[in-house]
T-cell receptor, first 112, second 116 residues
């Protein structure tokens, strides 16, 4: 079993839809949670990061962490075709410095 | 801030040759840089971690003599793929950490290597 599980998709939604992307994890030592967006043939771009359980909002994006369930989510409101990309969740253990453990990524397609 | 560049963005080489990829932090000093490899439709696989002025730490299964990493300064790390073979063809991505007050890795745009 992988430490971080993420549905690979592809997830296809119409423009304007609310998108929900999720990851589950098994290592209770993970304390920092990040979402990266990766366009085709580009490097990942940091979208959001959170530390504690709860919600964090940034524009159309909301990151949610539930440590008791070991479950994190990224919600995208009013999705746009430009949101079409692969979304990677990533986590850091409390005492692991900057070492990231990635999920496999979910490919999202937003159709006009 | 926190911009990381890679050069070249795309390289094609013949089997048996060596290829050097540069990773630069443009607006901050990177105490640590990471090198990843990514195959199509797969997630990033960490190859090695490099700290400025010290030897790189390689992940299990990564040949250190084949993938030479040099982190000679706080803004530059290089990955040299020695005696490249077609199976080394992949997307290589670096990341850097070091922005004061932040722990996050910032990624370069990647280098696509094709070995003929």
């Amino acid at each position: 079993q992988k430490e971080v599980e993420q549905d690979p998709g592809p997830l296809s939604v119409p423009e304007g839809a609310i998108v929900s992307l999720n990851c589950t994890y098994s290592n209770s030592a993970f304390q920092y949670f990040m979402w990266y967006r990766q366009y085709s043939r580009k490097g990942p771009e940091l979208l959001m990061y959170t530390y504690s359980s709860g919600n964090k909002e940034d524009g159309r994006f909301t990151a949610q962490v539930d440590k008791s369930s070991k479950y994190i989510s990224l919600f995208i409101r009013d999705s746009q075709p430009s949101d079409s990309a692969t979304y990677l969740c990533a986590m850091i253990e409390n005492n692991a410095g900057n070492m990231l453990t990635f999920g496999g990524g979910t490919r999202l397609m937003v159709k006009p | 801030g926190a911009v990381v560049s890679q050069h070249p963005s795309w390289v094609i080489c013949k089997s048996g040759t060596s290829v050097k990829i540069e990773c630069r932090s443009l607006d901050f000093q990177a105490t640590t840089m990471f090198w990843y490899r990514q195959f199509p439709k797969q997630s990033l696989m960490l190859m090695a971690t490099s700290n400025e002025g010290s030897k790189a730490t390689y992940e299990q299964g990564v040949e250190k003599d084949k993938f030479l990493i040099n982190h000679a300064s706080l803004t530059l790390s290089t990955l040299t793929v020695t005696s490249a073979h077609p199976e080394d063809s992949s997307f290589y991505i670096c990341s850097a950490v070091g922005t004061p007050g932040r722990n996050w890795q910032f990624f370069g745009p990647g280098t696509r290597l094709t070995v003929l």
